[in-house]
C-alpha cells in the first residue's frame, strides 16, 4: 500500500510516497537518486547497502521504510561533506579500492565498528568486517585502512 | 615517421588536432594510406584506425587531459594506462586529469579488457603518444623563441632554455604545437629515465570511490528512464512455453511486460555471444521494487527444450543437448570419460612404453565444480532505442565484440550505435559477455522509452556463465631409481577441456602424453580470470608436490630441476613458457618466504607455480588448520611480469588474486540439480570473507627490463594448489577435489 513517510536521511528530512514495504536501498537509488548506497544481494548477505540507523551500521536491503519512522539515518553522501572523513582518507591513503564496487558499504561499516570501537582488535575488526564481501580481494587493504583510521 | 624506434607499423603516424580552446589534442592513429608528409589539414580528413590509440588534451592553461581507451573493472588501468603517456610527455602526474574513453573504434581501436593484455598491447603505442606530443611542444618552443631545440629541455609540463633561463608551460606552445607537423621519429626513453613508471601511484578514481559517486552502470539514470528486469526459465535446459502477464501488468507502476527473442534462430554466435537463456520475459515499469515485485506475478509455463544446433561463425555448429544436468552426474560422465582414449594432443617419445615397463606409477584425479563469477555489481545496462539508432550505458569488458551481433539482431547500422563505458563493479570475465545490452535495447525499442536493465543477484547467480567444471587425471612413471621417466595428462570437463597440452612439464620429461575430451553440456559456460589455467595450475602443481615426495625431493628443488632440463635440453618442438622466468619466479619466491629456513620447520606450508597470459608467478601460502577452520598466515607472492608500470596497483591486484584464489579453493562452487543451481545469492555461494583472508601477504617482483607481459591472470591459478599443497601439510590428507574446506568438515 502507498502511504506518505517522512524520512531523517543526513540530517535532512525527505518526504516520500511509497509502498509499505519497500526496502530503504530502493528508497535511497530509485526515488531520492541518491546512489552511494549500492545493490548487492538484497538479502542482507553481501554488506554493500550498508548505512548507519541511529550509528550503528544496518542493511539497508533488509530496512523496510515503515520502519524507519523516528530514526536518523546517514549514508556514504552524508558520512562526510568532502570525503574527508578518517576512514574515506585512509582508504585513499592506502590505495583500498579495486573495482570499488563494495566500498561504500565497507566504509560505512568501518566508520560504524570505530564509532562504537575507536581502537578494534584484528580480530574484533575481522569479524565485525565480515558481513561486507569484496569480491576482488581487498579484505587485506581494508583492515589496514581501519588501523590506519583508528589513530587519528 | 617512418623510422621510430617504437616498433610501430609503419603506416602508423599520429594525428594532431587542434582544440577550439587554442590546445592540441594528440592520438595515434593507423591509417591506411598515411604518407609521411602529411600534413595536419590532410590529417584531418576520416581515418581508419586499426590499432592502439588514445589522446592527451593539453590546454592553454597547462592542464592535461589524458584519456584512458580500456573499460576499467578495478585492474586500475585508468591509473597506468595514463602513466605511459604523462611519462614520455614529461608532465607532472599530478597535473594530469585522467577521463574515461567512451566505446570509439576510430579514436581507441582496442577498448578490449581481458587476457591481462591492456598494458602489453599498450606498452609502446601510448608512449609514441606522450614521447611526439612532447617533440612537438619542443618544437614550438623552438620556433616561438628562435631557439635550437637541442638547446631546450622539459620537465614537468615546462620547457626550459638553460642558457637563458627562460621557462615557460607546455600549455603556452600548444596551440603553436597544434599546427606542426607530427614529427617523423619518435623516441621513447630508455628503461633507465623512467620517473613515473616504477612509481606507486594511487588510484585516480579512489576519492570518488570512497564518497560512493555514481560510477558505475547501475548508479546510472536520467529523466524518463524505466527499469526492466527479464524472468527466464528456472533451470539450464528449460525454455519458456506460453505466459499470462495479466496480473503482473496490473501491478503498480507496470508499464508492459512481454517476451524477447535474445538472438534469431539463425544468428550465427560469435565468440562473446554466450546467453544463459534465449528467450526471456521482459518486465517493464517504474521502479527497481514495482519490477521486483511484478515479477512474481507472471504466470509462466516452461518446458524442457530440445536438442539445438547452434550455428557457430566459420560454419561451425555447435549442439546443445537437451536434458536437466546435475552436478552429480557431471561427476560421474566425467570418470567415464577418463577410462576412454582422449583425443591426443601431444605425445613425446614412447609414453606407452615407458608406462608398461615402469617400477612405479602415481595416478590421481583432480576435479573442480562451475564457478559463477559473482560481479558485485549485478549485470545490467541502459539502452535508449529511438528510431534507427541506440545508445548505450554499459559496463562491458570489450565493446568491439557485441557490435557485430547488435548490428545483426537490430538490423541498424554500426555507426548508429553508440556506447557510454561505465567503470565496472568487476567483471573477471562475465562482462565480456554482453547480451545484456542486447536485450536491453530490445526491451527498449519494444517499450519505446530509455531503460535501464537489472539482474537481481539470484538472476546473476542462477543464470551464468561459468567457469566450466573440469577434470584432469595425471599419471606419473618411475623406474627403479625413483626418477621420473614418463608423464601422462588426460583433462576435459563440461563442455570444454581445460588442457594446455604445450606448457610446463612438457618439454621437461622424455617421454611424455596429453589427452583431452569433453561433455556437451547445456550449462552455459566462458571466460573466468585466468580461463583453464585457473584449472590446470591447481591439479598439476598439486600432482608435481605428491610426485616430489614420493622422489623424497624438496617441492621447490623438483620444480627447478624440471625446468633446468627443459631450458637446456627441452623435449619437443614446441613449448610455450620460458623456464629461466618460471626459474625466476621459484628461485624469488623461495628466499622471500624462507623456503627450507630452519625457523620456518613448523610451519604447515605449501608452494606453487604457474605460467599463464605471458607471465609467470609462484606462492607460498603458511596455514594452519583447527578443525573445519583454516586459518591462511601469510601469502608471499613472486611475480615476474616484466617491468611493472605502477607497483601500487600492481601489489594490489596480486593481493587480490591471493584473496580470489583462496576463496575459491577453499569454498567456490556452483552446483546443479536438475537443471537448476543449488546456490541462488550470497547466502547460499560462499563467498570469502575478512575474517577468513589471509593475515599477511607480500608481493614481490621480479626486477628485469622485460616488456610488461600482463598482470591481472597470472598470480590468481597457483593460489589453488599452494592452499592444497599446505593443507596437505596441515592435515596429512591431499585434497584432489575443490573446494577444500566441505572436505574438512567431519
Given amino acids: 500500500m502507498i502511504k506518505k513517510y517522512s524520512l531523517n536521511i543526513n540530517k535532512k528530512v525527505h518526504q516520500v510516497e511509497a509502498d509499505e514495504n519497500i526496502p530503504l536501498l530502493w528508497v535511497l537509488r530509485d526515488n ?120 587519528k | 615517421m617512418k623510422k621510430t624506434n617504437s616498433n610501430l607499423s609503419r603506416r602508423s603516424f599520429l594525428k594532431v588536432t587542434s582544440l577550439s580552446g587554442g590546445g592540441m589534442m594528440l592520438g595515434i592513429s593507423w591509417f591506411a594510406s598515411a604518407k609521411p608528409e602529411d600534413s595536419l589539414a590532410e590529417l584531418n580528413i576520416e581515418p581508419v584506425w586499426q590499432e592502439v590509440t588514445s589522446f592527451v588534451k593539453i590546454n592553454t592553461d597547462n592542464s592535461i587531459k589524458i584519456f584512458s581507451p580500456n573499460p576499467e573493472f578495478g585492474q586500475n588501468v585508468m591509473t597506468s594506462l595514463p602513466m605511459l603517456i604523462a611519462e614520455e610527455l614529461d608532465v607532472d602526474w599530478k597535473q594530469v586529469e585522467v577521463e574515461q574513453g567512451n566505446y570509439d573504434p576510430k579514436a581507441f581501436p582496442r577498448q578490449f579488457t581481458g587476457g591481462s593484455q591492456s598494458i602489453r598491447m599498450a606498452w609502446k603505442q601510448l608512449r609514441t603518444v606522450g614521447s611526439a606530443a612532447r617533440q612537438m611542444i619542443l618544437t614550438a618552443a623552438s620556433q616561438a623563441w628562435n631557439l635550437p631545440v637541442s638547446e631546450l629541455s622539459t620537465s614537468n609540463g615546462m620547457v626550459t632554455h638553460a642558457f637563458s633561463g627562460k621557462s615557460e608551460t607546455y600549455g603556452t606552445f600548444a596551440a603553436a604545437a597544434a599546427k606542426l607537423p607530427v614529427p617523423k621519429d619518435i623516441v621513447l626513453k630508455g628503461n633507465e629515465s623512467f620517473r613515473l613508471v616504477g612509481s606507486p601511484q594511487k588510484n585516480v578514481v579512489g576519492p570518488k570511490i570512497v564518497q560512493g559517486k555514481p560510477l558505475f552502470g547501475l548508479d546510472y539514470r536520467e529523466p524518463g528512464m524505466l527499469i526492466a528486469m527479464t524472468e527466464r526459465p528456472p533451470a539450464f535446459g528449460m525454455q519458456l512455453k506460453s505466459f499470462d502477464a495479466t496480473a503482473a501488468k496490473k501491478m503498480p507502476g507496470i508499464v508492459d511486460v512481454f517476451a524477447i527473442k535474445v538472438y534469431q534462430d539463425d544468428h550465427k554466435f560469435a565468440g562473446f555471444d554466450t546467453r544463459s537463456f534465449n528467450e526471456v520475459i521482459a518486465v517493464v515499469g517504474k521502479s527497481t521494487w514495482d519490477v521486483m515485485n511484478a515479477r512474481k506475478k507472471i504466470k509462466v509455463d516452461w518446458e524442457v527444450a530440445s536438442e539445438k544446433k547452434e550455428m557457430g561463425m566459420n560454419h561451425r555448429e555447435n549442439i546443445v543437448p537437451s536434458g536437466l544436468e546435475s552436478t552429480k552426474k557431471h561427476y560421474a560422465q566425467m570418470l567415464e570419460m577418463d577410462k576412454k582414449p582422449g583425443k591426443i594432443e601431444r605425445r613425446d617419445g614412447e609414453p606407452e612404453k615407458a608406462f608398461a615397463e615402469a617400477k612405479h606409477v602415481i595416478e590421481r584425479t583432480y576435479t573442480a565444480p562451475f564457478l559463477a563469477h559473482n ?239 605471458n607471465s609467470y608467478a609462484a606462492q607460498v601460502i603458511d596455514l594452519r588448520v583447527n578443525g573445519e577452520q583454516v586459518t591462511v598466515d601469510q601469502v608471499t607472492t613472486a611475480l615476474d611480469c616484466g617491468v611493472v608500470v605502477n607497483p601500487e596497483g600492481a601489489k594490489n591486484m596480486a593481493e587480490g588474486a591471493a584473496i580470489d584464489g583462496i576463496g575459491n579453493a577453499l569454498f567456490g562452487q556452483l552446483t546443479l540439480t536438475d537443471g537448476r543451481t543449488d546456490q541462488r545469492n550470497f547466502d547460499t555461494y560462499r563467498m570469502i570473507r575478512h575474517n577468513e583472508a589471509p593475515k599477511k601477504i607480500d608481493v614481490h617482483f621480479v626486477k628485469n627490463e622485460i616488456d610488461p607481459t600482463g598482470l591481472g591472470e597470472p598470480p590468481f591459478p597457483p593460489v589453488f594448489a599452494a592452499v592444497a599443497n599446505a593443507l596437505y601439510k596441515a592435515t596429512g590428507k591431499r585434497f584432489y577435489q575443490q573446494p577444500f574446506q566441505p572436505q574438512l568438515i567431519g
Fill in chain 1, 32 to 151: 531520492l537518486g541518491m546512489e552511494g548506497t549500492k545493490y548487492g544481494c538484497g538479502v542482507g548477505s553481501c554488506g554493500a547497502c550498508t548505512v548507519h540507523l541511529n550509528g550503528q551500521a544496518f542493511r539497508s536491503c533488509l530496512l523496510p521504510i515503515s520502519a524507519l519512522a523516528g530514526t536518523e539515518i546517514t549514508t556514504i553522501e552524508g558520512l562526510s561533506a568532502n570525503g574527508d572523513h578518517p576512514v574515506q582518507k585512509a582508504w585513499v591513503d592506502l590505495d583500498v579500492a579495486q573495482c570499488g564496487y563494495c566500498q561504500s558499504g565497507q566504509i560505512m561499516s568501518a566508520s560504524a565498528l570505530l564509532k562504537n570501537n575507536p581502537n578494534p582488535t584484528e580480530e574484533e575488526i575481522e569479524n565485525f568486517m565480515s558481513g561486507n564481501i569484496c569480491r576482488c580481494g581487498t579484505y587485506s587493504r581494508i583492515k589496514k585502512a581501519i588501523q590506519l583510521a583508528a589513530t
Fill in chain 2, 375 to 613: 560481479i558485485m555489481e549485478p549485470t545490467n545496462t541502459f539502452a535508449h532505442f529511438v528510431g534507427d539508432k541506440v545508445r548505450f550505458v554499459a559496463p562491458i569488458q570489450i565493446p568491439d565484440m557485441m557490435v557485430p551481433s547488435i548490428v545483426a539482431r537490430l538490423g541498424i547500422p554500426r555507426e548508429n550505435i553508440s556506447i557510454e563505458l561505465v567503470r565496472m563493479g568487476g567483471g573477471f570475465g562475465r562482462r565480456a559477455y554482453g547480451h545484456y545490452m542486447i536485450e536491453a535495447a530490445l526491451i527498449s525499442k519494444q517499450a519505446n522509452a530509455p531503460i535501464k536493465l537489472i539482474y537481481t543477484r539470484e538472476d546473476d547467480v542462477s543464470g551464468g556463465i561459468y567457469r566450466p567444471s573440469y577434470q584432469l587425471t595425471y599419471r606419473a612413471a618411475f623406474n627403479e631409481n625413483k626418477q621420473l621417466i614418463a608423464f601422462h595428462a588426460k583433462g576435459g570437463g563440461v563442455p570444454e577441456s581445460p588442457l594446455h597440452a604445450n606448457r610446463f612439464p612438457a618439454g621437461a620429461i622424455d617421454n611424455y602424453l596429453a589427452e583431452s575430451w569433453v561433455i556437451p553440456s547445456n550449462i552455459t559456460i566462458g571466460a573466468f580470470r585466468a580461463p583453464r589455467s585457473n584449472f590446470n595450475a591447481a591439479a598439476e602443481q598439486s600432482f608435481l608436490d605428491e610426485i616430489s615426495e614420493y622422489m623424497d625431493k624438496d617441492p621447490i628443488a623438483f620444480r627447478l630441476e624440471l625446468l633446468q632440463r627443459a631450458k637446456d635440453n627441452p623435449v619437443g618442438k614446441t613449448n610455450d613458457y620460458d623456464p629461466s622466468r618460471y626459474m625466476g619466479v621459484l628461485a624469488l619466491v623461495r628466499d622471500k618466504s624462507g623456503w627450507g629456513k630452519s625457523e620456518n620447520a613448523g610451519k604447515k606450508r605449501g608452494v606453487s607455480a604457474y605460467f599463464c597470459h
